[in-house]
């Protein structure tokens, strides 16, 4: 059965500091993506990355970025020069293609960032 | 905007009653999908339909059902409500049903059972 597990239930960080949001999964199939979404304070869940189980490159997109290890089974995400509108709660999810494409989400990592 | 659209936006109701959610998906995406955000149980995924048909159920309760009409937007019914049943209700739509695709979720429809 596939589980994601954020162990880090609230961040708090000063603008400007770095955050790292931790992902590890569960899975037993070979194939499988990785997600994150952003659920800000207006409750919208936003799309921010899909990866893979066969790309373990990590990624880079402004001030974020994705760090992808099969041998931890984690999906790492930081949040580089944090701002306060990066203020939310963050998900991160997997889907299973033995399992068709519904979603299971961890428990959301919640980051307050304060000016 | 992800170009999902969810209606109603809120919805307050009474123990025991029946409510309608509506989803309309992003043009072109055939695939919608229901998920359920409670406190108790978190981001849950309750229900998905393809081109009309079920393809995949989750934790969807025997009083919840939904269906997918033909011009691909899909209703989710709530019937017979308990106060647990209160819970913000994603709707999301992906290109395709296959797991390469990502979904695009709507504002969501937050359900109070009084």
């Known amino acids: 059965a596939q589980k994601v597990t954020q162990a880090q239930t609230e961040i708090s960080v000063v603008e400007k500091e770095d955050v790292t949001l931790d992902c590890v999964y569960e899975t037993r199939d070979t194939t499988y993506y990785l997600f994150w979404y952003k659920q800000p304070p207006s409750g919208e869940l936003v799309f921010l990355i899909r990866?893979?189980?066969?790309?373990?490159q990590n990624e880079i997109s402004g001030r974020y970025s994705w760090n992808f290890q099969k041998s931890t089974s984690s999906f790492n995400f930081t949040i580089t020069a944090s701002q306060v509108v990066d203020s939310a709660v963050y998900f991160c999810?997997?889907?299973?293609?033995?399992?068709?494409?519904?979603?299971?989400f961890g428990g959301g990592t919640r980051v307050l960032v304060k000016p | 905007d992800s170009g999902v659209t969810q209606t109603p936006k809120h919805l307050i109701t009474a123990t025991g009653q029946r409510v309608t959610l509506r989803c309309s998906p992003r043009s072109g995406d055939l695939s919608v999908y229901w998920y359920q955000q409670s406190l108790d149980q978190g981001l849950q995924f309750l229900i998905q339909?393809?081109?009309?048909?079920?393809?995949a159920k989750g934790n969807i309760l025997e009083r919840f059902s939904a269906q997918q009409f033909p011009d691909l937007h899909s209703e989710l019914n709530l019937s017979s409500l308990e106060l647990g049943d209160s819970a913000l209700y994603f709707c999301?739509?992906?290109?395709?049903?296959?797991?390469?695709?990502?979904?695009?979720f709507g504002p969501g429809t937050r359900l109070t059972v009084t």
């Open positions: 990866r893979n189980s066969f790309d373990e």
């Open positions: 999301a739509s992906s290109v395709d049903q296959d797991t390469a695709y990502e979904q695009y």
């Open positions: 999810a997997l889907s299973e293609r033995a399992a068709g494409n519904k979603l299971t």
């Open positions: 339909y393809y081109n009309g048909e079920e393809r």
